[in-house]
């Protein structure tokens, strides 16, 4: 056998061993809510879609005249010729709902991140990085080079000891954090973090993937913290904004650098016209209706109430299983009960903290989120 074929086959029985092989199972995505998957009709609990735009007739249809208009594809990298003018009208929407002068949209959340932190950050700079943070903040970090700590999670003290000792050393310095944590829903403290970067000149990036849409009205997780000052404010357009692509939020000089420098938007080709006329639309409805971005935390706030677990505070609920195998099994009990909710184990969680991570949307009924609690709580007994 080839070393190839003899590297991923290994790779793979060891994955098999330790029940961390991962498979795609394919799934209809019937609206924001309903799944089929095997045959199988399920309500789901594991989308990011949290308000169900992804399914809007407002969007849908802006995506669709788009595509009869401009076609499917941007068709280069959008210092060619993919910067069609759709992009800049959803730059200002984006700046617009977040406060900031200006915005750069990106192929994706990932992207984004891959591509702003090596952009700000290299050799001789340091970058400090909550240890829950998404991987992709992780890949920019590992992209540029910069020495790379990593703090405690949510541990502004901690923060504030490694900026005493090591900021002194170092040129630049970058304070990189999910605003809400992916796989826990739990929110950065954005207003202190920020109080100590501004005190030890560093640069705080937080990741808002999961609070644009959902936090303060829609205007995601910054605007949770009254007084918070973040520079550097990415998310996605691909979880409550309901479509794909990604952004950073930022100052007129900082957006104009990274659209001249940033590796994943220069060499990278320009989002579809029809992804950024969705994301138009989505974001028009979620600056016109606060009340439609409220209703996610509220359904989990109702499924945290119901089993007695500490407030949501965010979309996303964890419910701690522990080892991998377990939470597959815990997974499998609901689908047979009619819910979609993916287990999450390691390494996308730590090691002991394999889970089901439910996420709430706009479009669940208030009886749906009731029966998954009732499902739920004899999981967590067990
Ligand atoms: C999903 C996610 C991303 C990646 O965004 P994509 O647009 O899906 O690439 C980045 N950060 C966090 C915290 C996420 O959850």
């Known amino acids: 056998m080839d070393s190839l074929q003899s590297f991923a ?3 793979l029985a060891a994955l098999e061993r330790l029940t961390l092989k991962r498979t795609l199972a394919p799934t209809h995505r019937v609206d924001g809510v309903w799944v089929e998957r095997d045959g199988r009709r399920l309500i789901s609990f594991s989308c990011n879609d949290y308000l169900g735009l992804s ?8 995506a669709m005249a788009a595509v009869e208009t401009y076609g499917a594809g941007a068709g280069a990298s959008r210092l060619i010729t993919g910067d069609h003018p759709l992009m800049s009208e959803l730059e200002g929407r984006l700046a617009a709902l977040k406060g900031t002068e200006a915005a750069c949209v990106f192929g ?14 290299g050799a ?3 970058l400090i990085i909550d240890e829950l943070a998404h991987s992709c903040l992780w890949a920019g970090a590992r992209l540029s080079g910069a020495e790379t700590v990593r703090m405690r999670h949510n541990d502004v003290g901690h923060l504030e000891e490694l900026l005493t000792a090591r900021r002194g050393a170092f040129g630049r310095v970058m304070v990189a954090t999910d605003g809400v944590f992916s796989m826990d829903g739990d929110l950065a403290p954005l207003d202190r973090l920020s109080a100590v970067c501004a005190a030890h000149d560093a640069w705080l990036l937080s990741d808002d ?3 644009i849409g959902v936090l303060a009205g829609g205007r995601g997780s910054v605007h949770v913290f009254p007084g918070a000052v973040v520079p550097l404010q990415m998310g996605t357009l ?10 950073l939020c930022a100052s007129r000089a900082v957006i104009d650098l990274i659209k001249t420098r940033a590796r994943t938007f220069v060499y990278s080709t320009g989002l579809p016209p029809a992804s950024a006329a969705a994301a138009i639309a989505a974001l028009d409805i979620i600056a016109s209706d606060p009340a439609l971005c409220a209703l996610p935390l509220a359904k989990a706030r109702a499924f945290t109430a119901a089993l007695s677990l500490p407030a ?10 522990g080892e991998a195998q377990a939470a597959l099994e815990a997974s499998l009990r609901l689908r047979d009960q009619g819910f979609l909710v993916v287990p999450i184990r390691p390494p996308t969680v730590p090691e002991g903290t394999a889970r089901l991570r439910v996420a709430f949307s706009a479009a669940h009924a208030d009886e749906d989120v009731a029966r998954l609690a009732a499902a739920v709580r004899p999981l967590m007994a067990a």
């Open 9 to 11: 086959e290994g790779k």
């Open 55 to 62: 399914h809007h007739p407002a969007v849908k249809a802006a």
């Open 108 to 121: 994706s959340g990932y992207l984004t991140n891959a591509g702003v932190i090596p952009t700000l950050i």
């Open 124 to 126: 001789g700079d340091l």
């Open 209 to 211: 993937a999961h609070g």
């Open 238 to 247: 691909s979880k409550a904004v309901g479509g794909y692509g990604g952004y």
């Open 312 to 321: 949501a505070t965010s979309a996303i609920v964890p419910v701690i299983i």
